[in-house]
Structures are given as structure tokens and as C-alpha cells.
């Protein structure tokens, strides 16, 4: 069974550019989320899909961050601009569901972002 | 809200020895479960052992054990035979059973297996 794919698996921009990474999660997986991962940091989430609904997002700075999952399949996150300090590891998970109980999550390899 | 500490910034070993890394929670939850995960250099974060709060008997999967108090609010893991490929950050979690709940991890420990 393929696990959690993410591309790219690095990305360089200038500040102030566009970025997007992609996430496609284990199969049959309706939870999908995003986690952002500071050098030495745990992951902290960002968002969390279930299905098509975006159902936590509060810890997406909405400025200039952006997430779409419009199939309920595969996901995208845009940063627009990036910033210095956006320079991170973007973690993509999924999980069989999201309600009541807990489903382990798993996680891609993740997007190693630098902004110059 | 949920905290997880890890008080161990960087461990070591040696190859074959046992290790134990420490972890501790706090929550006002009653129900919830606990996880330990591995991230190599290679970045995948790996599911290594989880832990029901309701089960008072402690989790096992191959040379991996915890130690669950819950009364102290502690998760600690034990890695027996340690091998080189054991390497890696080791990374607590908790999440609460309710629906919309989030997946909190703690900061995380450098362990490294040395020959």
C-alpha cells in the first residue's frame, strides 16, 4: 500500500514569490491534514481536511496561506507571498476519519521549504 | 488546552543497550490516547507505538515499550536492543478523544544508537 505522497520534497523561492506543495494521501483516507514543522519544533497543525471541508483551519495564517482538497482526495497548500520566516519542513498526514475516536495518522515525507 | 513536554533535548546509546526516552502531558481530558513517533534524517515521520488512556496495560511492539502513568501524566518509551537504525527524533503526542481534537507533540528528542 503506497503510504502519504508530498511533492516536491524541496523547494528554494525568493521571498515574496508563490509556492505550492501537493499531497496525495493513503487511499481511502477522508482526513487529510497539513502540519508546518520548525527546524528542532514538533509539527503544528495547520488545517485539517474531512472529506472536501475544511473543519480546522485556525491556525492557517488566512493572509497569505491557502489550502484546497476540492475532489477530497489530494490537497494542495499555497503560500502567497512566502516570507523569510516561512522557511519550514510542510508536513502532509491523512487518517482513515476525523470524528469521534482517534485513527492513527500518517505522515509524508514532507516539503523542505527555503525562502531567500 | 493539552501540553506535551519532552525533557530530553539529545540522548544517546549504545548499540544492543536499552534507553528510555521521557515524556509528560498535561490535559484536563479523560479520554485520549498518547503516541511516540520517529523521524529520521529522512524527515517521514513514523508511527512507532500508541497508547489508549483507557487500557491500563501498557503498549508493545517489538523492542518498543511504554510505560503509562496516568495518574502522573507521564508516557515514557523504552527502546530494548537498541540498533543504529533506531537513530532518529523521537517525538511524543497526544490527541483528546473528541471529535475536532488536534494532534499535539512535544519538542522532540535526538536520539542517537552509537556503534
Known amino acids: 500500500e503506497a503510504g502519504v505522497v508530498q511533492s516536491p520534497r524541496y523547494k528554494i523561492i525568493e521571498k515574496k514569490q508563490p509556492v505550492a506543495f501537493w499531497c496525495n494521501p493513503i487511499?481511502?483516507?477522508?482526513?487529510l491534514y497539513w502540519y508546518l514543522q520548525n527546524l528542532g519544533q514538533g509539527p503544528e497543525l495547520l488545517i485539517r481536511?474531512?472529506?472536501?471541508?475544511?473543519?480546522?483551519d485556525s491556525q492557517l495564517p488566512k493572509d497569505r496561506f491557502s489550502a484546497e482538497r476540492l475532489k477530497g482526495v489530494d490537497s494542495t497548500l499555497k503560500i502567497q507571498p512566502a516570507e523569510l520566516g516561512d522557511s519550514a519542513v510542510y508536513l502532509c498526514?491523512?487518517?482513515?476519519?476525523?470524528?469521534?475516536?482517534?485513527?492513527?495518522?500518517?505522515f509524508g515525507p514532507g516539503t523542505r521549504l527555503t525562502v531567500l | 488546552a493539552q501540553t506535551v513536554t519532552q525533557s530530553q533535548p539529545e540522548m544517546s546509546v549504545q548499540e544492543a543497550e536499552t534507553v528510555t526516552l521521557s515524556c509528560t502531558y498535561d490535559?484536563?481530558?479523560?479520554?485520549?490516547?498518547l503516541f511516540w513517533y520517529k523521524q529520521p534524517p529522512s524527515r517521514q515521520m513514523i508511527l512507532v507505538i500508541r497508547q489508549e488512556a483507557y487500557k491500563q496495560q501498557n503498549a508493545t511492539e517489538n523492542r518498543f515499550s511504554v510505560n503509562f502513568q496516568k495518574a502522573a501524566k507521564s508516557f515514557s518509551l523504552k527502546i530494548s536492543d537498541s540498533q543504529l537504525g533506531d537513530t532518529a527524533m523521537y517525538f511524543c503526542?497526544?490527541?483528546?478523544?473528541?471529535?475536532?481534537?488536534?494532534?499535539?507533540f512535544g519538542e522532540g528528542t535526538q536520539l542517537t544508537v552509537n556503534p
Open positions: 503526542a497526544f490527541i483528546a478523544w473528541t471529535s475536532g481534537s488536534r494532534l499535539t
Open positions: 498526514a491523512s487518517s482513515l476519519s476525523g470524528g469521534i475516536g482517534v485513527d492513527t495518522q500518517y
Open positions: 490535559t484536563s481530558e479523560s479520554n485520549y490516547y
Open positions: 487511499s481511502g483516507h477522508n482526513t
Open positions: 481536511y474531512e472529506n472536501e471541508e475544511a473543519v480546522d
